[in-house]
């Protein structure tokens, strides 16, 4: 053989391995995150991505960018939707000028408890398909909050102590409710606590006790009032036109690790709700339940919102609240 022809052998074969081992190489996705490493949320995630990866031999790699590091929360569905990042966490209840059924699971009272949570995910599942596939996107993961309160300095003993509060909440139904009770509801980023804290721009919080311990709550408050009331819900969602990038086994174990985080989610949320309010008393913060004139004021004002989303839900939307409300009986 020539050594003309010797080298023509050998750059088709270099060639020929180099796109063999393009072939096999691995993917890597950088992930979007809102919550610190101390969050179950973001446990979750992490737990998530080491199945991933491990159950594809490590073809695709997930790099999580958790607490705001990369993209803030608000803004991760449109860096999801527009594929500035391939897959993200977000917290559902921020989109509601988007979607009313966005806002159902923040009005007070219609998911006051894990299992109704659970089953209005149930009823939500096929509409949010339909909705994020409209936009390029797919829902991998569900996991609820734990339930809610308030973060106080002095105890909440009855309503007159709510009233004129700078109260921090995250939604335009918190907001509702929060005005609804006398507070001065003013919404604010997770991350942005701590500053309005030391400019007193806020003086209490409306969140999970998951929440407090992230934010130390204990540096500027001493008193949580348990009301439980709500289980909203965050989600890990995917770029469609990366997922469908994937080999179609990558792809799959990628979905089938989304639901099992769902499950997983879950149950690590109930047991957060608990370890948080014990980690919360370690640092000497007061636990109370809510008394009772607040709760029934809290039902009221969950109910007379129930009725205004309604007038604005489409026939869509109604039948999924509808699906859901027939699951509870």
């Not at 610190?36 to 949320?41: A, K, L």
């Not at 594929?83 to 699971?105: A, K, S, T, W």
């Not at 609820?144 to 002095?154: H, L, R, S, V």
């Not at 407090?212 to 204990?218: I, K, L, N, R, S």
Request: aromatic residues 10%; negative net charge.
């Amino acid at each position: 053989m020539s050594l003309k022809s010797l080298l023509r052998v050998c750059a088709l074969a270099t060639a020929t391995v180099a796109s063999a081992g393009s072939a096999f190489a691995a993917t890597e996705w950088t992930m979007a995150s809102g919550y610190p490493e101390s969050s179950f949320f973001t446990q979750n995630i992490r737990k998530f991505i080491e199945a991933v990866e491990e159950r594809t031999n490590g073809e695709l790699k997930i790099d999580l960018r958790s607490n705001d590091s990369l993209i803030k929360l608000d803004n991760i569905k449109r860096a999801v939707q527009s594929g500035q990042v391939p897959i993200g966490e977000i917290r559902m209840g921020v989109y509601g000028n988007e979607q009313e059924m966005f806002n159902l699971d923040n009005i007070p009272g219609v998911v006051p408890t894990f299992e109704k949570s659970w089953k209005l995910m149930e009823a939500q599942k096929p509409f949010y398909d339909k909705w994020f596939g409209r936009y390029g996107m797919q829902v991998l993961t569900y996991v609820a909050w734990p339930g809610q309160g308030f973060f106080t300095k002095e105890p909440i003993t009855s309503l007159d102590d709510i009233k004129d509060v700078r109260l921090r909440i995250y939604s335009q139904q918190t907001q509702i409710m929060g005005k609804e009770l006398g507070a001065i509801a003013i919404i604010l980023p997770f991350a942005e606590v701590p500053q309005a804290f030391a400019t007193g721009m806020i003086d209490a919080l409306w969140t999970s006790a998951q929440s407090g311990t992230d934010v130390q709550v204990w540096d500027y408050l001493d008193v949580f009032t348990y009301t439980g009331t709500m289980h909203n819900k965050n989600a890990i969602i995917v770029n469609q036109r990366a997922l469908r990038a994937l080999p179609e086994d990558v792809r799959q174990i990628v979905i089938e690790e989304g639901e099992k985080a769902t499950a997983r989610g879950w149950e690590m949320a109930k047991a957060a709700s608990d370890e948080r309010e014990q980690v919360l008393k370690e640092h000497g913060m007061t636990i109370n339940q809510a008394p009772q004139d607040i709760l029934d004021r809290i039902d009221e004002i969950g109910k007379a919102m129930v009725a205004d989303w309604m007038t604005r839900a489409s026939d869509e939307e109604k039948a999924v609240y509808e699906a859901y409300q027939a699951s509870l009986k």
